[in-house]
């Protein structure tokens, strides 16, 4: 059950600020880096998710990435592929970047709010590869230690 928020803060973007083009679809579609800030000592590992909360498909999944090794920082630049060798085998389901980072990109003139929000688990999800969102929750549910979030615009 989640007990604390979870502060982290995410390179180059303010909460509520704008997503720089590099991590967007526009740009280089390059995953942000992550440094969490008061990661629980019982998390062994974390995930993270994106999400364009103005896309008609309420909370529309982006990415989705979960077994990441608990640490205080998630480096830049997270490779695609269903497993993350670099990231202990960390798994990327399916969003709109298939096993991958998809950052924003609303359509041409539309400015579209996003949530990036990070999670502290107390395990590792064994789940495949080829689950959302939704699935990953519900295999979570119990064993989420943190949570966090920041939101933040493009376009």
């Not at 590992?45 to 309420?58: F, G, P, Q, R, Y």
């Not at 999944?61 to 085998?89: D, R």
């Amino acid at each position: 059950m989640e007990s604390d928020f979870l502060e982290f803060r995410c390179v180059g973007i303010e909460n509520g600020g704008k997503i720089p083009i590099e991590n967007t679809g526009r740009g280089q579609d390059i995953s942000p880096e992550f440094v969490i800030e008061n990661l629980s000592p019982k998390a062994k590992t974390l995930a993270v998710t994106l999400e364009d909360l103005s896309h008609s498909i309420k909370n529309f999944t982006h990415w989705i990435i979960w077994n990441i090794p608990a640490a205080s920082k998630v480096e830049k630049g997270i490779e695609a592929g269903k497993e993350v060798v670099v990231l202990g085998y960390a798994r990327q389901g399916i969003g709109y970047g298939v096993h991958r980072y998809a950052g924003p990109k609303p359509p041409k003139g539309k400015k579209h709010i996003y949530r990036f929000s990070v999670y502290a688990l107390d395990c590792e999800i064994d789940l495949s590869s080829n689950s959302m969102k939704k699935a990953f929750l519900k295999k979570a549910q119990g064993h989420i230690l943190q949570k966090g979030s920041i939101t933040a615009e493009f376009e």
